[in-house]
């Protein structure tokens, strides 16, 4: 497939130049048809009944073995969740953190990681790495770490800058629990679980699926609790609530996804290129040296598939025109920040959108 074929999959494209994956993705039109003929089939084997229960729980298992294939995991080890957010927090209350514990985060990290961290009762200590080298955030987030801490908890990929966390050399060099917010990093980066404990995985980002949709990587189910129970965290129950867990991963699985979405993430996780890495990081090269040119961009070279900007004016103003221009970014509040997000169906047409918009 060609990049003209794969952009020619994506109604919206015709449209607009689409540059806010970061946020929400495009979907592609086999997608669509995935979603309406998969809610089309539910109707006909009577919803409920038990042809209709094997199909779905083969479909999960699909999307399991297709979402472990993209992170270099076992499908085993995945639960499908509704959003990285809802991995967050099964992992952090799962962990049974309370006070007197310690964990380490940094100063740019999104409220989907930070909400759970700061109800869990640990006290949250926050290390500036903001536009540092990968070596030097390294050392400031190992800094923090002493004999109280009990998890690391941060992004791969910053959601304000694109700047890339070495998530795998933090878990080296410090030995600890990490739970890694996967959210703008699965999809638009290569990405391998490796030796990091928890990872989350957004659907409705990079992957080009609908919402709500998330995965959660867990190296050892039985380093969690399960404290934030769905149906499918129990093989067998009694009638006070007493319950035998499932085995493997698969008990930490959010509540009740519906089968149309499942659906058509299956599908865009089928129809990813495999020069997807490569051109999403070759058009954010160029809209990153493209707008360096005119405006301060924010953060280096080499990083994530975002780029964020220092507009003329209000940034919240900034996009609105944008968007009234065909062009879909979104600003960063608190900031003064514009962010665009570069994915595999980006061409040099939309960048220069975006340039003439601004």
């Not at 998890?151 to 050399?169: D, F, K, M, R």
Request: hydrophobic share 45%; proline share 6%; aromatic share 6%.
């Amino acid at each position: 497939m060609s990049h003209e074929e794969a952009r020619r999959l994506f109604p919206v494209l015709e449209r607009f130049a689409y540059l806010n994956a970061g946020t929400l993705d495009p979907l592609a039109q086999p997608t669509l048809d995935a979603m309406d003929a998969r809610a089309q089939f539910d109707q006909e084997p009577a919803r409920g009944g038990k042809a209709w229960f094997e199909s779905m729980l083969e479909l999960r298992e699909r999307v399991r073995e297709k979402l472990g294939a993209l992170v270099g995991a076992g499908p085993a080890s995945l639960a499908l969740t509704n959003s990285t957010t809802d991995g967050c927090n099964i992992v952090v209350a799962g962990l049974g953190l309370q006070a007197g514990d310690e964990v380490v985060t940094t100063n740019s990290e999104h409220p989907g990681l930070l909400l759970p961290l700061a109800v869990s009762g640990a006290t949250v200590r926050v290390a500036d790495v903001a536009n540092r080298p990968a070596a030097e955030a390294v050392e400031r987030i190992a800094s923090l770490v002493g004999p109280k801490t009990r998890l690391l908890a941060l992004s791969h990929v910053l959601w304000t800058t694109g700047q890339v966390i070495p998530v795998q050399e933090l878990k080296r060099a410090t030995g600890l629990p990490i739970l890694v917010d996967g959210a703008q990093s699965v999809g638009a980066i290569p990405v391998e679980v490796g030796e990091v404990d928890y990872y989350t995985v957004s659907g409705q980002k990079w992957l080009c699926a609908p919402e709500p949709l998330g995965a959660l990587y867990i190296r050892d189910p039985d380093s969690l609790a399960i404290a934030i129970p769905s149906y499918w965290a129990q093989q067998a129950i009694e009638p006070d609530g007493t319950f035998v867990p499932r085995d493997g991963v698969a008990r930490f699985d959010s509540g009740w996804i519906a089968t149309h979405m499942l659906a058509g993430w299956e599908a865009a996780l089928d129809l990813r290129p495999d020069w997807s890495f490569e051109r999403a990081a070759e058009m954010t090269e160029r809209c990153r040296n493209e707008l360096a040119a005119s405006h301060e961009v924010i953060g280096e070279s080499g990083q994530g598939t975002l780029v964020s900007f220092a507009p003329p004016g209000d940034p919240a103003e900034a996009a609105a025109k944008l968007y009234e221009r065909g062009v879909v970014v979104r600003d960063l509040p608190g900031t003064g920040w514009v962010r665009a997000s570069c994915g595999w169906w980006t061409n040099d047409d939309d960048i220069d959108r975006l340039l003439d918009g601004v």
